[in-house]
């Protein structure tokens, strides 16, 4: 799975959006069901963590800064929580926190961790494009590879918006549009060649390819990105790039750690909803 998910690509010349015409949820609620088991140890692992670290090379918390040190009595929602660690160390930092996940089997095994780490947690199955919980719950929302790369989003950001309380902060950490423009069609782990056009990058559909298909991801150029936080409202507070560390070797979700080093893997946008 690449990037906390899947591999594999469109042909080049197809630039069909699928999310005009395909069931991406749907897709992504298969595709995530069906590896849940292989998500359990990476879960069991960060639930314990004495720190937060994120995304697929762990980038420790001291240097990102994505969760405040004391949300006490804040409300927290994680938008697309997996098994549910970020859940569990935001509870730790003192809020009340709401997880909410479209795959069960993802859930089934968050709410296993949740009871054996004592973290009174609510979690809820369903699509965090349309939560269905109620306007302005919420003063600070994350995703970790959840609806950040697997919901549509112009849809799933217009969500967090009106769930998040004038005030409220939105941070989500996916792939960087990088790692997309440059990994093959062939579903082959990115290289230094330019594999799919920039300016109309919406994403990549991974379960119509042959080579481990998966599910439908979405990513946007950074103009595309601007553009979309500025219609809805969303000033952006902070956005970071993250590379791979020195001192990693080998092949990691689909991106070599050689080319991490010298372009962005991954990015994470701080985001607020002005009070
Ligand atoms: C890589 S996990 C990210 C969560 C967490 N950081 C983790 O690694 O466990 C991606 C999660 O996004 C969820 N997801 C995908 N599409 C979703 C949607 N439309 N609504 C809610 N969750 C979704 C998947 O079910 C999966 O559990």
Same mark, same amino acid.
């Given at each position: 799975m690449r990037g906390g998910g899947p591999r594999a690509t469109l042909p080049l010349d197809d630039n069909r959006r699928p999310d005009m015409d395909r069931d991406h949820v749907r897709i992504n609620r298969d595709v995530w069901n069906a590896d849940a088991e292989?998500?359990?140890?990476?879960?069991?692992?960060?639930? *314990?963590?004495?720190a937060p670290v994120w995304g697929n090379w762990g980038a420790p918390e001291a240097g990102l800064g994505l969760l405040r040190a004391d949300l006490s009595g804040k409300d927290a929602i994680e938008l697309?929580? +997996?098994?549910? /660690?970020?859940?569990?160390?935001?509870?730790?930092?003192? *809020?009340?926190?709401?997880? !909410?996940?479209?795959?069960?089997? @993802? =859930?089934?095994t968050a709410r296993r961790l949740a009871r054996e780490h004592?973290?009174?947690?609510?979690? !809820?199955? +369903?699509?965090?494009? *349309?939560?269905?919980l109620p306007d302005a719950a919420f003063d600070f929302a994350i995703s970790e590879y959840g609806a950040a !790369?697997?919901?549509?989003?112009?849809?799933? =950001?217009?969500?967090?918006?009106?769930?998040?309380?004038?005030?409220?902060? =939105?941070?989500?950490? +996916?792939?960087?549009? =990088?790692?997309?423009?440059?990994?093959?069609?062939?579903?082959?782990p990115c290289d230094r060649t330019l594999h799919r056009p920039y300016r109309t990058l919406w994403g990549v559909d991974w379960s119509v390819v042959e080579i481990d298909p998966s599910g439908v991801c979405f990513n946007l150029p950074m103009s595309g990105w601007m553009r979309l936080f500025a219609d809805i409202g969303f000033v952006v507070e902070e /956005?970071?790039?993250? /590379? !791979?560390?020195?001192?990693?070797?080998?092949?990691?979700?689909?991106?070599?750690?050689?080319?991490? @080093?010298?372009?962005?893997?991954? @990015?994470?946008?701080h985001l607020g909803k002005p009070g």
């Open positions: 292989n998500w359990v140890a990476a879960g069991e692992r960060l639930w *314990a963590a004495d697309g929580c +997996g098994t549910g /660690y970020v859940s569990g160390w935001m509870a730790r930092r003192g *809020a009340r926190v709401t997880g !909410i996940d479209v795959s069960p089997d @993802q =859930l089934a004592g973290a009174d947690i609510t979690l !809820i199955e +369903g699509n965090a494009e *349309a939560t269905g !790369i697997w919901c549509r989003p112009e849809v799933w =950001l217009r969500e967090a918006w009106r769930l998040l309380r004038p005030g409220g902060k =939105l941070v989500f950490l +996916g792939n960087h549009p =990088l790692v997309l423009v440059c990994s093959p069609a062939s579903g082959a /956005y970071q790039e993250i /590379y !791979i560390p020195e001192g990693e070797t080998g092949t990691q979700s689909s991106i070599p750690a050689a080319w991490g @080093q010298d372009f962005p893997a991954e @990015q994470v946008w």
